[in-house]
């Protein structure tokens, strides 16, 4: 096998074996903290210790019995999803607009759509901040959701765009030329077939604002206070372990949302 051609080129897989001892050690680099959080969420110990001395699930029982925990985290799932439902059809509807204008200046307004993943989110948070401060939107589900789906229509923006590179746009003006209206075309022919790119991009959306946290330590309080907020503050009063049992399950759906999209990419890829 390691004899084997790697590629349409001659270079084997025992070639690029160093290729692949690297990959496998950036991986390892980038995983193994996170990996060694799940362990520490069972540990029995009242303080964060690796490896544990004894198991015990404590952690997660204190997690669902505690008032604040809970309500932080319906906050931040309930401003995940409406974040989605905002900034999926916005950014599905700029990534077309985008993608079927002659505009000179589409360009430059693309930069603009996915500026918030160049500007540092600090910088970001400020400016929020002063401007929530006027509009008197501090610490409301409102601001939340704004602000979380402006750092999220960027990742919607960007797998529509994507998605729609490998569409091939006569099947819409056919199905115009035969009589469909432009939304009619788009509804029935464009994005069915754009289906997968949406969907990761809304499962991207969902997942950035489930774990933003730079920006609702600025603006997230009170009954309205962020799940990542919460344990931002857990981690700076005290170490709690229980902050570990939370990880430890948005790690789990973090991965399962992530084999979603993999999936969907995949039986997209099939089709094709």
Known sequence: MLRSPASETQVTHLGRLWLYLLAAAVLVFLVAPVL????????DSRYLRFPPEGFSLRWYENYFASLEWVQAT?????VAALVTLLATPLGVAAAYGLNQSRLRGARVLSLMLISPLIVPVIILAIGVFYLYARLELVNTVTGLVLAHAALA???????TTS????????QERAARSLGASRWTAFLTVTLPQLRGAVVSGALFAFITSLDEVVISVFIAGGENMTLPRRMFSGLRDQVDPTIAAISSMLIGLSVVLLLVSVALGGRKGGRG
């Open 36 to 43: 060694v959080v799940v362990p520490m969420s069972f540990s």
């Open 74 to 78: 319906l906050t931040s799932f309930k």
């Open 153 to 159: 229509l960027p990742f919607v923006v960007v797998t």
């Open 163 to 170: 998605g729609l590179q490998q569409f091939d746009p006569a």
